[in-house]
């Protein structure tokens, strides 16, 4: 990763984010004001591809900037990323003129997009969804209702995964834009973590787009090809929530008075923090092996084939299961560190494992990940489903 772009993020973390805690875990009307100034850094959507006008970075440079965004703050970080799942499958799978007309604004201008695949009964079993996409003339109009959608409010367009009213088998992405009548925005979630990002529930009632504004491909596949980005990003925020667990425990044993001297002088405490670095290492190391595998495919001759082949990366499973894992034991232990205090809304240490939480929940939690993994990397390749 080229340092000054590093120097660009680390210094909007450290000046809107670091300092900013309450404030971004407030539930404060979003999108704040904040990710305009990151879109001053010249850095908004960094991986948008250089023919649509992006800056073009990797994943393997994503790892770096979203590690240092959730040492931030991991909701504003989360708000930055998370179109990256919409817009790699547009980018992958759409036709050239969505490119043009959806991609190559937001890579100019910013702004953001937002991914409706869940819904309340289907849970994570995407095969059972129940809206759908009905063909009429050279239309598709959508109708069904989706649970959470990160950045559906202020999105400029939305990629819904939806099933063919006519074929139940048959299941399309399509980009929907965002002032498109019939896209209601039924609630904000009142989530515990993640409160300077925004997930909404939304229904869509007659949603009428062009038949062109599908994405090329089965719908389902597309959205677990998405997921692989968007997956190692989320396995990342928790690399930075944990480096700030880390040096914030630092800060309070350096006062905190222990048998006649400090806590950082006791050799618990050491072992306690060697832990961490180790688990902290051993996290960003498979983050960054995973998306060095993604990258290796974004940079092959025919990406979008070779994507469709392989659908889910083993890495990127590893990588969100392991990040869940160890993030959370950083968590726990880290909050046992600062005693009953660690207990109080006076510390950060509770936001931060808040924010922590939503490593093993968001995008599969790890009994439907453990189960993908089982089916895709443990089953005989012949009597793969
Ligand atoms: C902050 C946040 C942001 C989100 N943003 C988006 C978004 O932008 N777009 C979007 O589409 N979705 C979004 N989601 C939805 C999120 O991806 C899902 O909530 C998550 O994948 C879990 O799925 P679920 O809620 O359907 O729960 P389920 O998967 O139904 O899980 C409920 C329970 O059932 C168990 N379970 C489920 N399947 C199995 C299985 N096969 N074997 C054993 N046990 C199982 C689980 O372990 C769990 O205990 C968001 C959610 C949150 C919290």
Redesign the pocket.
């Known amino acids: 990763m080229r340092s000054d772009i590093l120097n660009r993020v680390s210094e909007f973390s450290r000046r809107e984010l670091f300092d900013n805690q309450e404030h971004l875990d407030s539930l404060a009307e979003a999108p704040l004001p904040l990710y305009q100034s990151f879109q001053d850094t010249g850095l908004m959507n960094w991986w948008l591809p250089e023919n649509a006008g992006g800056a073009g970075l990797g994943l393997e440079d994503s790892i770096d900037i979203v590690s240092e965004l959730a040492y931030g703050d991991a909701g504003a970080a989360f708000t930055l990323f998370?179109s990256i799942?919409g817009t790699s499958m547009v980018s992958l799978y759409g036709s050239d003129e969505l490119k043009e007309r959806y991609l190559a604004p937001m890579a100019k201008s910013g702004g953001f997009c937002?991914?409706?695949?869940?819904e309340q009964v289907?849970?994570?079993?995407l095969g059972n969804i129940t809206t759908t996409a009905t063909l009429q003339g050279g239309n598709l109009v959508l109708n069904g209702q989706?649970?959470?959608?990160?950045?559906s409010k202020f999105a400029d367009f939305l990629v819904v995964v939806a099933k063919s009213a006519t074929e139940p088998s048959g299941y399309s992405a399509i980009l929907v834009p965002k002032n498109t009548p019939g896209v209601r925005i039924v609630k904000r979630?009142d989530?515990i973590g993640?409160r300077a990002?925004g997930?909404y529930q939304v229904t869509l009632e007659g949603c009428r787009v062009p038949a062109s504004n599908a994405l090329n491909g089965p719908g389902l596949r597309l959205l677990e090809i998405g997921l692989n980005a968007s997956r190692i990003l989320i396995a990342t925020t928790a690399v930075g929530v944990a480096r700030r667990i880390r040096d914030l425990s630092m800060e309070y044993a350096k006062t905190k008075p222990l048998g006649g001297g400090k806590l950082v002088d006791n050799a618990v405490f050491a072992s306690k923090l060697g832990q961490m670095e180790m688990q902290i290492d051993a996290m960003k190391s498979q983050c960054k092996a995973a998306a060095r595998d993604y990258d290796a495919i974004m940079h092959s001759p025919d990406a979008a084939t070779t994507f469709v082949r392989q659908g889910t990366l083993k890495s990127a499973l590893t990588a969100k299961m392991i990040c869940g894992q160890l993030g959370w034991d950083i968590a726990s232990k880290g909050s046992e560190m600062f005693g009953g205090l660690g207990y109080t809304n006076e510390m950060l240490i509770g936001k931060l494992v808040r924010d922590m939480r939503?490593v093993s929940?968001?995008?599969?939690?790890d009994?439907?990940l453990r189960?993908l993994m089982f089916n895709r990397y443990v089953v005989p390749v012949a009597k793969r489903s």
């Open positions: 998370i799942l937002a991914t409706l695949g869940s289907a849970g994570s079993e989706k649970f959470f959608s990160t950045n979630w989530m993640l990002s997930t939503y929940i968001v995008e599969g939690g009994d439907v189960e």
